[in-house]
């Protein structure tokens, strides 16, 4: 009964007790290797590696389009995608790379996409609204200091918004960016700090500006 | 003037970390969603479970020396009888190489497609509709219906409700939607997919108007349409192998599927464009005589073919598919022609240019922007920008040096991204007469960039060498 084991999974991870079915290394931390070897012999194992990266995974892609039904079309195409190729799955680098390559393709794909084209032709004030969807509530009661925050990181390039987005949406370690960005972590690190003093400046320029 | 550079301390870096954290702590699943997600992941498993265990009991046979031996005469036998089976025009059924074809929508995979099994029809006091097709796939779910009375409106103004579906109590809106005044018929297209869809799931048309759906798998349907398959129609120009794959005709015309794959693997084959940009001819179709019959400059948007090992190279497609459509042929006619003109591709290219605006921002004035980056044997060079607009906004505009014609595949166009600061509107264009690239930006004059970086990301590349392909009109 795969249903009622993934509810027994939630449920025990609530109460910070160890999944049956899952092996786990003597000091009871998450071995991924290991689960993911038992996963690949045993697909109904899925469902661990699904509550590791679910968060992570909508979090990244929420953050990249930015509208939440956008986020979850792409999130469940994500999680189909790792279980189809999961069994072909071979050791190379680290697992959470992996997983984020096929998301960040899948949300480049869908930039590339015709239905993608098709959407910024709708009327600008419902795409407004539907755009907004889900979070301006969690924005706009928090603090000032998150708005300015907001307003600085949608001034960043793509590219600075996309590093970002890896570190604190997927929070993935500099090495795991590295393997996906194909650079390594040191450059990654430093160019995160240089987009922290970018932001930092853009922030206080709309400061000083009000 | 001059800009004192702040400085950046480690609690200043801690502080934005932590404000950072919070922020995108705000991205959060609603609860509902991620039980859906799991619940529909696990019919997947099973799936996914049954096809592992099915290629490994092949592997295992094919581990025994004696199966090998077997094996080997079998594919003999196999190739000895295909070779005496040689015949000009071979058929299959669509269903074996999982193209279907819908009306109204073309070609499509059978088994990644959801439709409806027989049209829904439904009214009120001056609305009719009818709810003609339902295609759901992994691109989205698309409506095809006809209606009657009243106008219709799918998406409103502020305030107004609009038009969407509802599964499991959550509510997904109609992304677009248009309507066909003569023929008054309309689509519909959501964003929802094969994944996110179950086989029942109501339609809100309007407030208080509710149509309830059900989709079947398309392999049980009755709509599904034979085609016939040619799997020796291909022909390979410039490293780029084109193939004839089907052909349907229907009340709307003659339809055919393209496909081409890459045999460079430096050709990121994302779209397929049988259109030369060149001179602007598309592809025509031909009688046996090689009189014209129809001619098709609109190229239809292309759809990607799934790969069989999709991650191993991320970044790159190898397979694409489009698909074309005439009138239909006169029925005296037994063999047509097909005739391509040109197929443009797309191919990486992850090269930056800098360029320095400088201060003085004045129409007319240019700017050092220097570079020379070699695409598919075409050099693509810049060396200065020029100041088109200076108010409020700045538009910039660069012009490559001509581009000289090239033996292999011409460079009719690229994309490229912005590396600094807020994202200006921005574009480019080929000028076939002068055969010159523009890339223009265009920034509100606060946000501009005294020196700033674009990367040219992908190259279009043409090949002009025609594709030809013949075949025999079925009975």
Redesign the interface.
């Known amino acids: 009964m ?2 009622n084991d ?1 509810q027994y999974v939630l449920i025990n991870r609530e109460n910070n007790m160890e999944h049956p079915g899952i092996d786990t290394n003597p000091t009871g931390k998450w071995n991924e290797e290991e689960l993911i070897k038992q996963a690949q012999d045993d ?2 194992k ?2 661990l590696i ?1 509550e590791h990266y ?2 992570r995974v ?2 990244f892609v ?2 990249r389009t930015n509208n ?6 792409l ?3 994500i ?3 790792i ?7 071979k050791n190379r680098g680290t697992f959470a790379a ?1 997983v984020f ?2 998301a960040r ?1 899948t949300v480049i794909d869908y930039y ?4 993608h084209k ?2 910024i ?3 600008e ?2 795409a407004f ?2 755009h907004q969807q889900g ?1 301006s509530h ?2 706009s009661t ?1 603090s000032d ?2 708005i300015d ?2 307003r600085g ?7 600075d918004q996309e590093l ?2 890896l570190r ?2 997927a929070s993935l370690s500099y090495k795991e960016i590295g393997e996906i960005k194909g650079k390594n972590p040191g450059a990654i690190k430093m160019a995160i ?1 240089r987009i ?7 922030m ?1 320029r709309t400061n000083d500006r009000n | 003037m001059t800009e004192t550079r702040k400085t950046f301390t480690n609690n200043d870096k801690q502080a934005l970390e932590e404000l950072i954290k919070t922020y995108y702590s705000t991205y959060s699943a609603e609860p509902a969603y991620k039980l859906t997600l799991i619940n529909q992941l696990h019919s997947e498993i099973t799936a996914v479970s049954a096809k592992k265990n099915r290629e490994s009991t092949f592997m295992r046979m094919f581990s025994n020396p004696v199966m090998k031996w077997v094996a080997g005469v079998l594919v003999f036998v196999v190739l000895s009888l295909s070779i005496l089976a040689i015949n000009p025009v071979r058929e299959a059924i669509g269903k074996a190489l999982d193209i279907g074809y819908l009306e109204g929508i073309g070609f499509v995979r059978i088994s990644e497609t959801k439709v409806l099994n027989g049209t829904i029809n439904s009214d009120r006091i001056s609305q009719a509709i009818g709810i003609d097709q339902v295609v759901i796939n992994p691109s989205g779910t698309t409506i095809l219906f006809h209606s009657t009375g009243e106008r219709l409106m799918f998406t409103a103004t502020k305030g107004d409700p609009i038009s969407y579906i509802e599964v499991d109590n959550i509510n997904y809106p109609v992304k677009a939607w248009s309507w066909d005044e003569d023929n008054q018929k309309g689509v519909l297209d959501f964003s929802t997919t094969t994944l996110t869809m179950p086989s029942t799931f109501i339609l809100h048309i309007a407030p208080d108007w509710s149509i309830p759906i059900q989709v079947i798998p398309m392999s049980e349907s009755d709509t599904v349409q034979v085609v016939t398959i040619y799997p020796d129609l291909c022909q390979t120009q410039s490293g780029i192998e084109l193939c004839l794959q089907a052909f349907i005709a229907d009340t709307t015309g003659y339809h055919l599927l393209l496909n081409a794959s890459s045999l460079n693997p430096d050709f990121y084959l994302e779209t397929l464009t049988v259109i030369n940009p060149l001179t602007g001819e598309g592809a025509v179709l031909m009688d046996s005589s090689g009189n014209l019959l129809y001619e098709n400059n609109t190229s239809t948007p292309s759809f990607p073919i799934p790969h069989e090992t999709p991650y191993d190279n991320m970044d790159s497609l190898n397979e694409v598919s489009t698909s074309l459509s005439f009138s239909p042929p006169p029925q005296e006619e037994e063999r047509l022609t097909l005739l391509v003109s040109g197929l443009t591709v797309k191919t990486p290219v992850n090269k930056t240019i800098s360029c320095d605006v400088g201060d003085d921002l004045v129409v007319g004035r240019t700017f050092p922007c220097e570079t020379s980056i070699t695409i598919g044997a075409n050099e693509l060079s810049f060396h200065s920008g020029e100041i088109l607009q200076a108010q409020n906004r700045i538009r910039l505009l660069l012009v490559s040096d001509p581009i000289p014609a090239s033996h292999e595949m011409t460079l009719t166009g690229v994309d490229f991204e912005y590396l600094n600061g807020a994202l200006p509107l921005m574009g480019s264009s080929f000028n076939v007469q002068t055969r010159q690239l523009s890339l223009w930006l265009e920034q509100d004059s606060a946000n501009i960039d005294r020196s700033f970086d674009i990367r040219i990301t992908y190259g279009y590349l043409t090949i002009e060498e025609p594709f030809q392909f013949t075949w025999a009109i079925q009975p």
Do not use: G, M, V
């Open positions: 795969l249903r993934f697909l109904s899925f469902d699904f679910f968060d909508f979090a929420f953050s939440r039904q956008i986020a979850e079309d999130t469940s195409q999680f189909l995608k279980l189809q190729a999961l069994p072909r799955y992996w390559k096929i393709n590339r996409s015709p239905f098709a959407t032709s709708l009327n004030f419902d609204e539907f979070r969690e924005i928090n200091r998150l925050l907001e990181l949608k001034q960043l390039s793509t590219k970002l987005s604190f949406a700090h922290f003093r970018k932001l930092k400046e853009r206080e």
